[in-house]
């Protein structure tokens, strides 16, 4: 362990590597790296405990660095630290795992997610420290935020979450430097201001010069001894160290020129890198539970459940039967029906209150560590949580997440309750899939497949309740989709997901009898699809298609399988939701889109006929 004059050595070679890179790269943040420079040279060389040869032991703390501008100081310490053998001077090159925002990457294993969109780390640590005291493991999870990111509404309500659970296990440290991007950050150097905002919040609030080394110590060993949730309020100067930029405007995100580098190297001593060796993380042994044989709730065909209950019930088996599934809930588990959990595995049970934002990143930081988390709310909320599922997908993440009371069946709750655009949302994410069951059997399925997936997976439930169509032993397989009804006579492919499935298979019926023969096609998986051997079908089938869905028509399922049939010389007409739905009873609704089974019959007819 390096004492404090140690410390202070270091801090001038991670000040001289973070100015040689960015100038190097033409490009960076190095003002915002030298105010934290103090920090970060505390937490990888006297405060960390971690396992050298191995990033991925579990007892190793956790470190997020959420000002993720700042990655050029993470990277350097890494490297003096021995941790990683980048170059250095290869920061933001092409060839180089050195990105200008930390990305997790098998060259840089003890990077654990990705950060530089402001405001996510905490909640991330949140769920890391969480993980600890679920497993009963002693590593501690460190989280550096940025003054300017403190005003992010997702930092509060990890704030708060982390109080309300006493994770007295995760330390964070605002970098307090007063200047943001354009000028002043809100509350510049009020201090205080801080600290009665964390404090209110529950927090253990530990006010410190950011400079000095000796402080950040004591507040280090102040926050291990706390009982409560430990917030540093490091005050500090925007590129401190080198004397024309400190504290100075205009200097936000620009690297210094070759002369200013060489001017700036003059005031910060040239020094020998102390011998460090990082302190070893405690080993926790973990008994495992007995596992328990996987019982799936089973349904009989033409059972009235909906899919929102049968993701309850399986979620319940699922937890039951392996300790690492984690149902998290914006508190409407009794709509989403993930209360199941919290009435046979409490433990399994994590209740995140009506704070999407910090829910998607908890699971993140539960994924990390070795969890597989179901987060569920209702879809319409999903959407102010994106740029948390974007980062995630970004991370490459493993979790799942359940959005209820998707599209206009949900009925008289109105618009502003109906997820319209969650399809959309999720498509557009990097290895991520979209699921849609439209009965009870088939979504205790697909949250098995969801389960295996390695990525973010979407299961989108249905509030009304719905037939149950498939056998309980019925297999489903990603990309693909089911042939409910077909003939060597058809004319016609009438293809749904969801709720409109079951208006098809009405529709089905109405067009036998006016002679119309028509296949109907359950489209259960809209991210990945077998876009070839639906083609062949539809080909064998009529070469005609009509697609509804409860969805807008951007990014919907129906606009994924248009740009897949172009040039293939089929017929297709897209229903989907046009208006801005109001309240009604959910046949109303579908009837008013003209998604029900009559609109689609119609459009089915006219095409047949047309052609």
């Not at 050195?98 to 990705?114: D, N, Q, R, T, Y």
């Not at 600890?132 to 992010?152: H, N, P, V």
């Not at 020094?271 to 080993?283: D, K, N, R, T």
């Not at 409109?500 to 109907?520: D, M, N, P, R, Y």
Request: a positive charge; aromatic letters at 6%.
């Amino acid at each position: 362990m390096l004492n404090a004059k140690q410390l202070s050595v270091i801090a001038s070679v991670l000040r001289r590597d973070v100015l040689q890179m960015t100038s190097s790269a033409k490009s960076g943040h190095p003002t915002s790296c030298l105010s934290a420079t103090e920090i970060v040279a505390a937490l990888f060389f006297h405060e960390l405990a971690l396992d050298k040869t191995n990033p991925h032991n579990p007892d190793n703390d956790e470190f997020i660095i959420s000002k993720g501008h700042v990655a050029p100081l993470l990277y350097a310490a890494l490297k003096r630290a021995g941790l990683i053998t980048a170059e250095l001077n290869h920061l933001r090159k092409l060839s180089s795992p050195l990105e200008g925002h930390p990305i997790p990457s098998l060259e840089m294993p003890w990077i654990k997610v990705a950060t530089g969109s402001l405001g996510q780390g905490l909640s991330i640590g949140a769920g890391m420290a969480l993980a600890a005291k679920l497993q009963k493991r002693s590593f501690r999870t460190y989280a550096l935020l940025g003054d300017s990111e403190c005003s992010e509404g997702s930092v509060w309500e990890a704030a708060q979450l982390a109080a309300y659970y006493k994770l007295n296990n995760i330390c964070a440290i605002v970098d307090v430097n007063k200047l943001g991007q354009r000028g002043e950050t809100m509350l510049a150097h009020d201090i205080k201001s801080y600290a009665q905002r964390f404090g209110t919040f529950g927090w253990n609030v530990i006010v410190v010069n950011g400079h000095s080394i000796s402080e950040i110590l004591k507040a280090f060993t102040k926050a291990r001894n706390s009982k409560k949730p430990s917030i540093i309020i490091a005050k500090t100067v925007k590129g401190k160290g080198v004397s024309f930029i400190e504290g100075k405007l205009g200097w936000h995100g620009r690297a210094l020129s070759e002369a200013e580098l060489k001017k700036a190297l003059i005031e910060i001593p040239a020094a020998q890198m102390p011998v460090f060796e990082p302190l070893a993380p405690a080993s926790t042994s973990i008994k495992p539970r007995k596992p328990q044989t996987l019982s799936l709730p089973r349904y009989a065909i033409g059972e009235e459940v909906a899919t929102r209950e049968a993701y309850g019930a399986a979620l319940a088996a699922l937890t039951q039967a392996d300790p690492n599934v984690l149902a998290l809930d914006a508190e409407v588990s009794n709509s989403t029906f993930s209360d199941k959990v919290k009435q046979t595995r409490p433990d399994q049970f994590i209740e995140c209150f009506i704070a999407e934002q910090n829910m998607i990143s908890m699971a993140q930081g539960l994924a990390v560590k070795g969890y597989k988390p179901f987060a569920s709310t209702f879809a319409a909320f999903l959407s102010r949580a994106h740029d948390q599922l974007r980062m995630a997908a970004i991370s490459k993440s493993s979790f799942t997440v359940c959005g209820s009371h998707a599209g206009v069946s949900i009925g008289e709750d109105g618009a502003s309750q109906m997820g319209l655009e969650d399809i959309a949302l999720f498509r557009t994410l990097q290895n991520s899939i979209v699921l849609q069951p439209a009965d009870a059997n088939s979504a205790i399925k697909l949250m098995q497949l969801a389960q295996q997936h390695n990525g973010i997976a979407y299961i989108r439930t249905l509030r009304p309740k719905t037939s149950v169509i498939y056998p309980h032993h019925e297999e489903f397989a990603l990309g693909e989709f089911k042939v409910l009804k077909s003939s060597g006579f058809d004319s016609i492919v009438l293809v749904g997901t969801g709720i409109t499935l079951h208006e098809s298979l009405k529709a089905f019926q109405l067009l036998h009898k006016q002679g119309i023969s028509a296949a109907v096609v359950d489209c259960y998986c809209i991210k990945p699809f077998n876009s070839a051997r639906f083609i062949e079908f539809t080909k064998a089938h009529g070469s005609r298609l009509i697609v509804a869905e409860d969805h807008y028509y951007e990014g919907g399922f129906g606009e994924m399988l248009s740009s897949k049939l172009a040039n293939q010389d089929i017929c297709i007409r897209h229903l989907a939701v046009t208006t801005q739905p109001h309240s009604a009873t959910k046949d109303q609704l579908l009837a008013a889109q003209h998604i029900n089974a009559e609109s689609i019959a119609k459009a089915a007819a006219e095409i047949v006929r047309a052609h």
